[in-house]
């Protein structure tokens, strides 16, 4: 006779297991390793492992000359390349006290807004594709490539170019660059209404947006989480509007800030600030004065011993550079402070009691771009 | 509150804090055991406010070991920089403050990681970009590799 | 053949044509022009050059005509594993294991200066992995940093070339650790 054994039985839906969103992930946008505890689909607990692209950058800054770093800091948040090199320059500028022409600043204002522009079209194409519509990859892709088109003409390289040094730009722009930055408006002003036909008002993405992954604003200001991210919160964090730099104290734009702090509110607030940026670029491409594209720089740049910082608005939120000088031509100490770092520290926090497919609608909306988190 | 009346309030709130002449922000150098409390302070004291942590860095300056805290207050828009001190390069410890700005918490990770310093109390003290069983810690002034980093 | 005597392209091609016996080769031919023309990749790109492996398969220069329908997520499922970025100590057993889930017959193709040696993060890197022939065998190198489309589109078709060079006698066998 059989005899039967008596197991107790354990509720299968009450245990939670954890789940690893590896590395190797077409969703995490880059390495990043997160481990979630799920109960069913629920979330209730995620830990982030970063350091899968840490590549030393600091410490090798440490052994590079100013003009060296710069091509260093390029390949840190490779989105918007430009403005942190803008930083790195900035610093220089300030700690050696040189004033640049003016000409050098419009020019850079102008490329820092063009980069904001393709950066925020790359976000939104990825955005689209993690969600499921797989048309909006290609409609970003087609219209960043114009200003990649415009920059390969002036600097040489479509992506990571190292184009402004301390003191100027290495080289001049081309004749043709006003010219094809104002053709570029013209064609993205239509092409931006297709983005919000296509996205903004469809009904599935509003489902999977609204409502998920708040953010409160003293959780924005707590966790430190800046840039679009933050102002989708009601945290007014523009540096360029705080602490402005270049010429955006002589230019009218708007900080767009949402209050509500859903995915969806991030989400109008990067479709605002492509307009915003727009608008920027077409106060100052008609009066670019003429001038010199450098200025008279030593061969060899020494910082005086002390300690500096510059902040300056990146695409994904406040990006600083703190240098510790002993008075060599290296920085003794480089750090950066970077904005995916404080933005990604929140997505434990935002994510919890929800489900594992809005996770993917956050972190999305956070736009976090790896290389940046890890240095 | 403009940057006199924000030294004297500092320095009236912690009397053994030093003042650095001559730097961009208004700069102390508080002493260790006293800096929790002071901030503390400062985030909670409406005539402060300093709720956005925007930088926590870590300097190995040979002698000492150093932690820089960049703060600002988002309604007051003042600006400060506290630095504190440890010349224990054995076992540095300092009290975290992650319980204050919540960004702490991972910076404070990436300085234990890169630099050694730990935090005392922090919820999850362990190494963020390298693995846990790496030797040393990459940014001190005296970590050695000789395969990959020359000296110039 | 010896690397001496490999000219150019066409020289390959030739080869192929006149060596091998009638019944193999029309084999040969048929595989191989099905692997070469049908190449899906794994999803994977670490830094930059992610971005402009996803350029490649934009609208402007579009690698689905190259016969990369689509990428694949699962290593199972891929052909080729294109390493688009920086390879770091801590990612590098992450990448073994990748390649040694893939089935046969995979390829590799090291895009951008990172993956090729190491690039800008030669010099006084602690975590950089220089080259990521360090860690899995290459088949194609494409230089750059980051590479442009085209290159990267010319490093395909080299892999296809090389792909049409392969025969069921002498089956292509990657090193097992």
């Known amino acids: 006779m059989k005899e039967v054994i008596n197991l107790p039985v354990k509720n299968i839906e009450e245990e939670e297991y954890h789940i690893n969103m590896g590395p190797q992930h077409p969703s995490t946008h880059g390495v990043l390793r997160l481990v979630v505890s799920l109960q069913g689909e629920i979330v209730k607990n995620l830990k982030p492992h ?20 710069i091509h260093l800091t390029d390949r840190l948040d490779y989105l918007s390349a430009h403005i942190n090199n803008h930083a790195v320059c900035l610093l220089v500028e300030k700690a050696l006290e040189i004033e640049v022409p003016e000409r050098i600043k419009y020019i850079r204002t102008i490329i820092d807004e063009l980069n904001r522009i393709a950066s925020h079209q790359l976000w939104w194409c990825s955005f689209g594709m993690d969600l499921g519509g797989l048309t909006c990859f290609f409609y970003g892709l087609r219209d960043r490539e114009h200003i990649l088109d415009i920059f390969e003409e002036s600097f040489g390289s479509r992506l990571l170019h190292s184009y402004y040094t301390p003191g100027g730009l290495i080289q001049d722009v081309h004749p043709n660059f006003q010219k094809r930055v104002k053709d570029f408006i013209k064609y993205f002003r239509k092409k931006i ?17 609204k409502g998920i992954g708040l953010l409160t604003k003293e959780d924005a200001i707590s966790y430190g989480v800046t840039g679009p991210s933050g102002r989708g919160s009601g945290f007014s964090c523009d540096v360029r509007k705080h602490h402005p730099y270049s010429m955006y104290s002589n230019v009218e734009f708007n900080e767009i800030l949402f209050h509500e702090g859903d995915t969806f509110a991030r989400y109008m607030v990067r479709m605002h600030e492509m307009r915003e940026s727009m608008k920027i670029i077409e106060q100052l491409i008609d009066n670019i004065p003429a001038g010199d594209y450098t200025a008279k720089m030593k061969a060899v740049l020494k910082l005086p011993v002390g300690e500096y910082f510059q902040r300056v608005e990146a695409a994904r939120g406040e990006f600083g550079v703190y240098v510790v000088s002993d008075g060599n031509k290296t920085p003794y100490r480089m750090k950066f402070r970077s904005p995916n770092f404080s933005n990604l520290s929140a997505l434990d926090h935002i994510s919890r009691e929800g489900k594992i497919a809005d996770l993917v609608a956050i972190g999305g909306s956070l736009d976090y771009v790896i290389p940046d988190i890890d240095r | 509150m403009d940057n006199t009346t924000l030294k004297e309030k500092v320095l009236s709130l912690v009397p053994g804090a030093e003042f650095l002449e001559n730097k961009q922000y208004i700069t102390f150098i508080i002493p260790v055991e006293k800096m929790h409390d002071l901030a503390r302070n400062l ?21 000492y070991l150093e932690i ?51 935090f ?33 | 053949m ?36 049908s190449i899906w990749p794994l999803t994977f790109a670490t830094a930059c050059c992610g971005i402009e492996m996803m350029a490649t398969g934009a609208s402007r220069h579009d690698f689905s005509r190259f016969g990369i329908e689509v990428y694949r997520a699962s290593p199972r499922q891929a052909d080729v594993i294109v390493v688009a970025g920086t390879i770091v100590n801590k990612m590098a057993p992450v990448l073994k294991r990748l390649y040694d889930q893939m089935s046969e017959p995979k390829y590799v193709i090291a895009m951008g200066a990172c993956a090729v040696s190491g690039g800008p993060f030669y010099y006084n890197s602690y975590h950089v992995v220089r080259g990521v022939d360090h860690v899995i065998p290459v088949d194609v190198y494409v230089p750059g940093c980051p590479p442009r489309p085209e290159a990267l589109l010319y490093g395909i078709m080299q892999l296809q070339r090389k792909i049409k060079l392969e025969t069921i006698a002498n089956p292509r066998k990657s090193p097992n650790t």
Request: with cysteine.
């Open chain 1, 193 to 209: 209404k297709d983005y919000d036909d296509i996205l903004t008002g469809n009904i599935i993405m509003q489902e999977r947006t």
């Open chain 2, 43 to 63: 985030k909670n004291e409406p005539e402060f406010n300093f709720d956005y942590l925007f930088c926590l860095s870590g300097v190995d300056m040979v002698k």
């Open chain 3, 2 to 37: 010896k690397e001496t005597d490999f000219k150019d392209n066409s020289t390959l091609e030739l080869f192929k044509k006149s060596g091998g016996n009638i019944l193999l080769s029309s084999v040969d031919a048929l595989i191989d022009w099905g692997r070469s023309n």
């Open chain 1, 50 to 69: 970063c350091g899968y692209i840490h590549r030393g950058i600091e410490k090798m800054c440490e052994k590079n000359t100013y003009p060296q770093i």
């Open chain 2, 68 to 118: 820089v805290y960049h703060l600002e207050s988002t309604t007051h828009r003042h600006e400060l920089v506290l630095k504190v001190r440890t010349a224990d390069r054995e076992n540095p410890a300092v009290d975290t403050v992650c319980d204050i700005w919540k960004t702490a918490d991972f910076h404070e990770r990436e300085v234990y990681d890169l630099l050694g310093i730990k």
């Open chain 2, 120 to 152: 005392n109390h922090h919820p999850d003290m362990r190494r963020i970009f390298l693995d846990d069983d790496w030797k040393g810690h990459p940014l001190r002034k005296d970590y050695i590799d000789e395969v990959n980093i020359v000296e110039l």
